[in-house]
C-alpha cells in the first residue's frame, strides 16, 4: 500500500504563491505517474497535471499551465507543487496521487486547502 500525506496549503492573496508537498511511502515500487488534483466546492475534481517517476516528463491543464510546476525529489520521496499568481478560481482543496503504469489513479493523499482571497 502507498500512503500519501500532501501539506504546505494556507491562505493566500491572489497573486501569490504557495508550495505544497506530497510525502510518499510505503510499497513505492512500480509508482510510474504522481498526479496533482483539486475539487472545488460545488464542482467536480480537476486533473491539474502529473510528473513522471524519473521526473523527466510532466503533463499540466491548460487551466494552470505556464503558473504552476510540479517537480519531484525521489531521495525524499517527495513530489511538489510550486504555484504562481494565484487566483481566486484556484481555490480548492488540493490531492496528490499515484499510479502505476498503464493503470488509474489508485492511491490518494487527504487533500490539503488552498485559499485564494481577492
Known amino acids: 500500500q502507498v500512503q500519501l500525506v500532501e501539506s504546505g496549503g494556507g491562505l493566500v492573496q491572489a497573486g501569490g504563491s504557495l508550495r505544497l508537498s506530497c510525502a510518499v511511502s510505503?510499497?513505492?515500487?512500480?509508482?510510474?505517474?504522481m498526479g496533482w488534483f483539486r475539487q472545488a466546492p460545488g464542482k467536480e475534481r480537476e486533473f491539474i497535471g502529473r510528473?513522471?517517476?524519473?521526473?523527466?516528463?510532466?503533463l499540466y491543464a491548460d487551466s494552470v499551465k505556464g503558473r504552476f510546476t510540479i517537480s519531484r525529489d525521489n531521495a525524499k520521496n517527495t513530489v511538489y507543487l510550486q504555484m504562481n499568481s494565484l487566483e481566486p478560481e484556484d481555490t480548492a482543496v488540493y490531492y496528490c496521487?499515484?499510479?502505476?503504469?498503464?493503470?488509474?489513479?489508485?492511491?490518494w493523499g487527504q487533500g490539503t486547502q488552498v485559499t485564494v482571497s481577492s
Open positions: 510528473i513522471t517517476r524519473s521526473g523527466g516528463s510532466t
Open positions: 496521487a499515484s499510479s502505476r503504469a498503464g493503470a488509474t489513479y489508485g492511491n
Open positions: 510505503g510499497d513505492t515500487f512500480g509508482i510510474y505517474f
